[in-house]
């Protein structure tokens, strides 16, 4: 669907979101004739826009989208299940018997979603551009098996809101996109689109490419909105705020040919986990963490595959299992120092395209353990208070496989997949590594049903 108008994208979000009847807005199909606009001398038009009359191109897109799934397990999810990431540690009653192995279904139409894009006129040879994206997903909120459903499922909220600029060798990005990390992610039916051993996450950020004529350097500085890290004061993102400095990330792509592209990328972060001791002692504690991926991508079309690797510390704000902890406290002014835990995942995504379309994701990830000894908890008049900030750092591995198939019939598409997923849950030692190991599995037959517009 096109359409043409003459108001800047915000007036747009006003009326979908308010419903300002008093405003004529002009809509064209692309072969059509617009109808009436917003005449020019109201005082809407004056005040906000102030004679600006050149037309925004709008494209609205996106898809309603139905997923039905069935499950062996208990999990540890997003939105009510909705994103599988874990099969659930098992937890076993006075008889010995696994209290999370009961399986589970959903039907569910959150991952709803539409998306605005709109094109600015060129000016010196400055093209502008923009996107607005939102579902019905909520507030991400992490279940840990069967607790306390998501109150805010249905409710929109933003994926991506961003304005681009671009030049022929230079683009300028403002605005929440899709973490520079996590770019190229699999094209599962579940949507945790390989999570936790896939990074993904939607970011805040002042973004810079340089285009070459076979490469792309990319520069980003990003913080944290929806995806936020873990610490003293539960998942927040006044963590990295207090930092002051800008998660960095550095990131070139080549292109080898029409077949073949590479990638590497850096990225580094500063958490200040707190300002204040429990002695209301004002400190200045820190912890950095960095993260590195490299990735090819080879297109032989129908056919294309994706390989890439991750090495990550503390990747909780990505998705990532992982984290942080308490390394050392000063017993006079409870200062803290901190360690990483480390990761590293390998995963690779392949599919033939068509109106049939098979396809499989297969990826494991790996608790490397934390540079330094840590202090897992702290017990004060008989209470005792974890010092593992993280997500799921008490597991030694997770592995997954799930092929899956789509059926295209535009714009409707079915898909169908089968997920398995296995993790070794354990305790976690003073090196960070796991002992005491739990396996747990879970098997998901999940269906997609989609109607693209």
């Not at 671009?166 to 770019?183: E, I, K, N, R, V």
Request: one cysteine or more; a negative charge.
């Amino acid at each position: 669907m096109h359409i043409s108008i003459k108001l800047i994208p915000i007036l747009l979000l006003v009326l979908l979101c308010f419903g300002i009847n008093n405003a004529q807005i002009r809509f064209s199909e692309s072969n059509s004739k617009a109808i009436q606009g917003i005449p020019e001398n109201t005082q809407l038009y004056r005040s906000i826009f102030r004679g600006y009359d050149t037309p925004i191109d709008i494209q609205m897109s996106g898809y309603v989208k139905t997923d039905a799934f069935w499950q062996t397990r208990q999990i540890v999810s997003l939105q009510e299940g909705n994103i599988l990431l874990l099969p659930a540690e098992p937890i076993y009653d006075i008889y010995g018997i696994d209290e999370e192995a009961k399986g589970a279904y959903n039907i569910m139409p959150i991952e709803t979603m539409m998306r605005f894009d709109f094109f600015g006129p060129e000016m010196n040879c400055m093209k502008i551009s923009g996107a607005i994206e939102a579902s019905f997903w909520g507030q991400t909120v992490l279940s840990f098996g069967n607790e306390t459903p998501n109150l805010t499922i249905n409710m929109l909220v933003m994926e991506h809101a961003y304005f681009q600029l671009d030049w022929p060798t230079f683009t300028f990005l403002a605005g929440q996109t899709t973490h520079p990390l996590c770019h190229d992610v699999p094209d599962t039916i579940c949507y945790n689109t390989g999570m936790p051993i896939t990074p993904f996450s939607y970011a805040p950020q002042l973004r810079f490419s340089y285009h070459a004529h076979k490469a792309e350097l990319i520069f980003a500085m990003t913080s944290e909105l929806n995806w936020e890290s873990n610490g003293p004061f539960n998942f927040i993102t006044q963590y990295i705020r207090n930092a002051i400095i800008p998660n960095l990330h550095a990131q070139a792509r080549i292109k080898y040919n029409e077949h073949v592209e590479t990638d590497f990328g850096v990225d580094i972060k500063k958490l200040v986990p707190r300002i204040a001791t429990e002695k209301n002692i004002a400190v200045d504690e820190h912890i950095w963490s960095g993260a590195a991926f490299a990735d090819i991508k080879l297109d032989w079309n129908p056919y294309s595959l994706l390989l890439k690797t991750v090495w990550a510390q503390n990747g909780v704000d990505y998705d990532l299992t992982g984290g942080y902890a308490v390394a050392s406290i000063d017993p006079v002014t409870d200062f803290r120092t901190y360690t990483n835990f480390s990761t590293v995942s390998v995963y690779m995504d392949a599919k033939r395209s068509g109106k049939v379309e098979p396809g499989i994701y297969a990826g494991v990830i790996k608790n490397l353990g934390t540079s330094k000894p840590i202090i897992p908890s702290i017990t004060v008049d008989d209470t005792t208070t974890s010092l593992v900030y993280d997500f799921a750092a008490n597991t030694d591995t997770v592995w997954r496989i799930s092929p899956r198939l789509r059926y295209n019939i535009e714009p409707i598409v079915i898909g169908a997949e089968v997920e398995y997923t296995g993790t070794i849950w354990g305790d976690i030692t003073p090196q960070g590594t796991i002992i005491n190991r739990k396996p747990a599995h879970v098997v998901r037959f999940e269906f997609g049903f989609y109607f693209y517009f």
